[in-house]
T-cell receptor
Framework: DTAVSQTPKYLVTQMGNDKSIKCEQN?????MYWYKQDSKKFLKIMFS???????INETVPNRFSPKSPDKAHLNLHINSLELGDSAVYFC???????????FGDGTRLSIL | GESVGLHLPTLSVQEGDNSIINCAYS??????FIWYKQESGKGPQFIID?????DKRQGQRVTVLLNKTVKHLSLQIAATQPGDSAVYFC?????????????FGKGTHLIIQP
């Protein structure tokens, strides 16, 4: 199936740990994104990545770093996890910026 | 702060009736708007989009209306079905080519009553 897929679906870990979330899209899209959805369902852009250009939302702590090994992948690395990082993280992609974005099913991160 | 908002957090409608979900945005530079549907445990699913050079666009059972004068966006769902139960988000792109992602509103939970 063509889709945006994220792994893992659930991630439970302790404060202070470093973790990664993987994202792959086989839609042939040029732009990929990471969003954070909090407990009140509010979705906020974290990063967008297009043609090796990374645009970072200024409110995102530098403990978060996206890494793109190729156009089909945009992984999210998080260092020194904090309680406030608990949320659902969504990866998305679009053919070009300013076109419909297709979302993965999310990774629920819980910090103990 | 966020520039896209919704008037109602919850909307309850009878099965078979039409649903109208409203959204207000504050940035007049926004040139692209999307409606998403999110079911429990899933990612947002694209429903319909509209660009700022249009005021209406229709899809299958859905219509999006854009009123740039009052910065208002609405989603109309015809003959609402149980499968339409979800949280609906409007989102805008703030112009500049779109590479900085979408700004989402808070969401409206659509509840379908039998």
């Amino acid at each position: 199936d063509t889709a945006v897929s994220q792994t893992p679906k659930y991630l439970v870990t302790q404060m202070g740990n470093d973790k990664s979330i993987k994202c792959e899209q086989n839609l042939g899209h040029d732009t990929m994104y990471w969003y954070k959805q909090d407990s009140k369902k509010f979705l906020k852009i974290m990063f967008s990545y297009n043609n090796k250009e990374l645009i970072i939302n200024e409110t995102v702590p530098n403990r978060f770093s996206p890494k793109s090994p190729d156009k089909a992948h945009l992984n999210l690395h998080i260092n020194s996890l904090e309680l406030g990082d608990s949320a659902v993280y969504f990866c998305a992609s679009s053919l070009q910026p300013n076109q419909p974005q297709h979302f993965g099913d999310g990774t629920r991160l819980s910090i103990l | 702060g966020e520039s896209v908002g919704l008037h109602l957090p919850t909307l309850s409608v009878q099965e078979g009736d039409n649903s109208i979900i409203n959204c207000a945005y504050s940035n007049s530079a926004s040139d692209y708007f999307i409606w998403y549907k999110q079911e429990s445990g899933k990612g947002p699913q694209f429903i319909i989009d509209i660009r700022s050079n249009m005021d209406k666009r229709q899809g299958q059972r859905v219509t999006v209306l854009l009123n740039k004068t009052v910065k208002h966006l609405s989603l109309q769902i015809a003959a609402t079905q149980p499968g339409d139960s979800a949280v609906y988000f409007c989102a805008e792109n703030l112009g500049g080519g779109g590479a900085d992602g979408l700004t989402f509103g808070k969401g409206t939970h659509l509840i379908i009553q039998p």
